[in-house]
């Protein structure tokens, strides 16, 4: 995995944290204290949980750059799901808050004061979210870092959630108070939806479980094998992900009259055919068997 994208995504995560809760703290005391605006307030929890996801994919990508030593024999790959899962759960929690607050304001609703001064700040925090999350998903379209590509997609949500809000507070200035809960609603739904996929996929690499993408890397890769001559059949193809890389293993039937140097050219030729082809994967151990007549 390349060093300097590492570094990049790293500070980009930092910057990320600090500017989100930033725009967060500051939506929720005028939410709160002036505007008197659900959606507002939601928008803000929203900030300063999509920094707090921000920063705890910061701290996943500190312990990712760690070597692999005597306790973690294959690396801190792993850690990356690990700050992917705890930031989907962080979202889903901070989802259920503002849902229970939308349904108070939806049975109970109220008019927004200065709601024009609300969706301006709001506004801002649109703007510099779309721009933060769609530069660093372009940036991260080839690191294939789960929780790197889930801190874009939630950086782009936030934006997406504060445009929605700016849209409520135009909408309760003339006079549709309901917009106000019901855009409250609709930021928790989008944050339980990325939640929880960000979960599901986090789960299947934490426990080796292999995913539509895995099983379809593992049949490429046999047909790669079966496609050389000098192999009959590719028996097991296993893989394993760890953070952005895989790692795995194959057996491959020869001739039981194959020599070891001639094997060890044959196991030399698919290695460097299967990674030019799947760049992600790190390591790949190949075992020759044979049937006997």
């Not at 939630?154 to 507070?169: C, H, M, Q």
């Not at 196991?267 to 044979?290: G, V, W």
């Amino acid at each position: 995995m390349n060093e300097d994208f590492i570094e990049k995504a790293d500070r980009l995560a930092g910057i990320t944290t600090i500017l989100l809760i930033f725009l967060g703290i500051i939506q929720i005391i005028f939410g709160e204290l002036f505007a008197r605006s659900i959606a507002l307030s939601a928008n803000g929890i929203d900030c300063i949980g999509d920094g707090f996801v921000s920063a705890v994919v910061w701290l996943g990508l500190k312990f990712f750059k760690k070597p692999a030593d005597h306790r973690y024999h294959y690396g801190y790959y792993k850690m990356e799901n690990l700050a992917s899962g705890m930031a989907a759960v962080v979202m889903i929690g901070l989802a259920i808050y503002i849902i229970i607050r939308s349904y108070n304001e939806l049975i109970n609703p109220h008019p927004v004061e200065t709601p024009l001064i609300g969706a301006i700040l709001a506004f801002i925090a649109a703007v510099v979210a779309l721009g933060l999350g769609i530069y660093k998903y372009n940036k991260n379209k080839k690191s294939k870092m789960n929780s790197v590509r889930l801190e874009a997609f939630n950086t782009i949500k936030d934006g997406t959630a504060s445009g929605l809000t700016v849209f409520a507070l135009i909408l309760s200035s003339q006079g549709f108070f309901i917009a106000d809960s019901i855009v409250g609603f609709i930021i928790a739904g989008i944050i339980v939806t990325i939640g929880i996929i960000s979960i599901k996929e986090s789960s299947y690499v934490l426990v080796d479980a292999c995913n539509g993408e895995c099983i379809d890397r593992s049949t490429s890769i046999k047909l790669i094998a079966e496609d050389h001559k000098e192999v009959k059949y590719a028996h097991i193809v296993r893989l394993r992900q760890s953070g952005p890389i895989f790692q795995g293993e194959m057996e491959i039937e020869v001739s039981e009259d194959m020599k070891i140097k001639e094997f060890n050219k044959l196991k030399k030729e698919l290695i460097n055919q299967i990674k030019a082809k799947f760049p992600e994967i790190e390591r790949l151990t190949i075992t020759a068997i044979t049937k006997n007549k």
